[in-house]
């Protein structure tokens, strides 16, 4: 949590020094789901990682595109249920342009908390006290999808699961 404030409060403030290097963004996925699936103690038996057009090498910030997987991905195993799926889907087919969809079965968000998810500090109506978590995670998502010239787009409503995706200019 304290990195990713020091992380959240670099960009903000427009210090953050962005360390490119190339590295395959199917590892990073797979790695990503294997340390949270450690770390919450928690396996999703129904998960899938679809890459179109094979694995992709990318020449991007590794740390930042670990937080928004990272972010993305462990908001599903923590605010769904164990026995739900979990998709990703990255797509890279508009020219110059990574598309990281992350799909989730849970209850789906609400229109108007959608907005307010995004704000510091702010947890959806779903999070207690049971479940770890300060409201970081999607306002770095959304700072750094913007820093890298981008975006975040949320597609959900209460009952349907939620899908979450980023764009990037690559």
């Known amino acids: 949590i304290i990195s990713d404030a020091v992380v959240l409060n670099a960009i903000e403030n427009k210090k953050y020094e962005n360390v490119i290097e190339k590295f395959s963004l199917k590892d990073l996925i797979n790695d990503t789901i294997v340390i949270i699936e450690t770390r919450l103690n928690q396996i999703r038996e129904s998960k899938s990682v ?3 057009s094979g694995d992709i090498e990318l020449m991007q910030s590794r740390e930042l595109i670990f937080l928004i997987v990272y972010h993305l991905l ?14 990703v889907v990255v797509k890279s087919e508009i020219k ?6 992350v799909i989730d079965e849970g209850s789906g968000i609400d229109s108007l908390e959608q907005v307010d998810i995004l704000k ?3 947890r ?13 995670g999607l ?3 959304k700072a750094i999808s913007t ?17 979450f995706i980023v764009t990037i200019p690559v």
């Open 124 to 136: 959806g109506t779903s999070a207690n006290e049971k479940i770890m978590g300060v409201g970081i």
């Open 74 to 87: 462990e908001n599903v195993y923590k605010y769904t249920p164990e026995k739900s799926g979990l998709q």
């Open 96 to 101: 110059n342009t990574l598309e990281i969809t």
């Open 120 to 122: 510091k500090f702010v």
């Open 50 to 52: 679809t890459i179109y």
């Open 139 to 141: 306002t770095l998502v």
């Open 147 to 163: 820093f890298l010239g981008g975006g975040l787009e949320i597609q959900s409503a209460k009952g349907t699961g939620s899908k």
